[in-house]
């Protein structure tokens, strides 16, 4: 079992920056696939950002590329979204995923088996 707990939302500027942060317990973290999905008002959730297990792939959505990065620090258990260039739409609850090693889909929320509670990030214009 895996709990994830996401930190670093907040308010800023369009322009700006934030980083966030997701805590994973368990001793097995370096072996999970971790993503990073937002959800915002009114609308479904949908992929942001993916850093597989083994440490060489990460993956983005076309609406963060450039903007976003993603890492990870395994002797951490945890996994960061650093997010420049903000956009008012990139309002939204921000929440960190893990998944046991697997060949599905990284962009599809059903092939994730853990979730955090996530963290509110609101761009104001």
């Known amino acids: 079992q895996v709990q994830l707990v996401e930190s670093g939302g907040g308010l800023v500027q369009a322009g700006g920056s934030l980083r966030l942060s997701c805590a994973a317990s368990?001793?097995?973290?370096?072996?999970?696939?971790m993503a990073w999905f937002r959800q915002a008002p009114g609308k479904e959730r949908v992929f942001v950002a993916y850093?597989?297990?083994?440490?060489?792939?990460?993956n983005y959505a076309d609406s963060v590329k450039g903007r976003f990065t993603i890492s990870r620090d395994n002797a951490k258990n945890t996994v960061y979204l650093q997010m420049n260039s903000l956009k008012p739409e990139d309002t939204a609850v921000y929440i960190c995923?893990?998944?046991?090693?697997?060949?599905?889909?990284?962009?599809?929320?059903?092939?994730?088996?853990?979730w955090g509670q996530g963290t509110q990030v609101t761009v104001s214009s």
């Open positions: 850093f597989g297990w083994s440490g060489d792939y990460t």
């Open positions: 995923a893990a998944r046991g090693i697997s060949r599905l889909s990284r962009t599809n929320q059903g092939t994730y088996d853990y």
């Open positions: 368990g001793r097995t973290f370096s072996s999970y696939d």
